[in-house]
């Protein structure tokens, strides 16, 4: 597993590169909707919806531990500042992420993230 893959994938805008960090059925869970997506093509698409939305995104921190590795990130959405991280799981640390986890704040932000992704899911 690989956070600075993943991550240059991302700052690159190489969406599919970073999908091809994790396994054939990976997890995204999502800072706004309860139940985890499933799946590869789920994937991708959240992230190609998050692409279009965040404004200014990048990634600050970044740490590493024996169970997944987190992102820290900011951006804005519709003209708000919005902090965030990204969790990576793997049960191996040498093998494909299994699951992508994002918490962000503050509510606000996280309010006008859902409306805007759950336009752009809608019609996707």
Known sequence: MSASRFRAAIESGDLDAAVALFGPDPRFF???VHRPYQGREALLRILRAAFNVFEGFGYGAQYSGPSGHALEFRASVGGLRLDGVD??????????????AVLVRPYSAATEL???MARLLADG
Request: overall charge neutral; aromatic content about 4%.
């Open 30 to 32: 999502s800072p706004i």
């Open 87 to 100: 969790i990576l799981r793997g049960p191996d640390p040498g093998g494909p992420f299994t699951e992508l």
């Open 114 to 116: 859902k409306e805007r």
